[in-house]
């Protein structure tokens, strides 16, 4: 049962360009969106994240845009270098209570940036 | 700080072998939790604790076993080793589940092979 799906699966674009990663979730009590961002070899880390009160959250050159309506919330890298070249993964959870913190993860995109 | 730690890196063993992971954390964070990541799949949780002395069920908990004896270490134990359970697994630690505490630092992963 896969709560959190994501696409694309992998995504090549030129330096410069600006990718899109796009999920979609479907439990409602879901209210923190975060994105994580994996190297090869090494654990995810997080990138930057939102809650549901906010459209858009900008940290430099990401922008995570959330439609609450759709249940849908997206990635956008401005910008993009070859040094964005990783795996990003979507995720959603229920902060506080007892859910404690569990992460639901999107099934992850691999970024490939060319020079 | 060297933030959240595994043991080993690498591992192979033979189908119905036993084997023990090892997490350690030194950021004194009260939840921990124990993914695997398989291609395609994203992260997967197997099992949590929320503080020492206590261990719960994740999404796919079948097959492992956890133990929490000191809030810095987090044990995963595969009894039986099956091929089904080949993957790499993380070990994540997070401050307490609210919004802005909810990262979760994660480890540098263990590739399992069983064969």
Known sequence: ?115 | NAGVTQTPKFRVLKTGQSMTLLCAQDMNHEYMYWYRQDPGMGLRLIHYSVGEGTTAKGEVPDGYNVSRLKKQNFLLGLESAAPSQTSVYFCASSLRAAYADNEQFFGPGTRLTVL
């Not at chain 1, 979609?24 to 209210?31: I, L, P, V, W």
């Not at chain 1, 975060?34 to 654990?43: A, M, N, R, V």
């Not at chain 1, 994240?49 to 845009?65: C, N």
């Open chain 1, 1 to 115: 049962q896969q709560q959190v799906k994501q696409s694309p699966q992998s995504l090549i674009v030129q330096k410069g360009g600006i990718p899109i990663i796009n999920c979609a979730y479907e439990n409602t009590a879901f209210d923190y969106f975060p994105w994580y961002q994996q190297f090869p070899g090494k654990g995810p880390a997080l990138l930057i994240a939102i809650r549901p009160d906010v459209s858009e959250k900008k940290e430099g050159r990401f922008t995570i845009s959330f439609n609450k309506s759709a249940k849908q919330f997206s990635l956008h890298i401005m910008d993009s270098q070859p040094g964005d070249s990783a795996t990003y993964f979507c995720a959603a959870s229920i902060a506080g209570g007892t859910s404690y913190g569990k992460l639901t993860f999107g099934q992850g995109t691999i970024l490939t940036v060319h020079p």
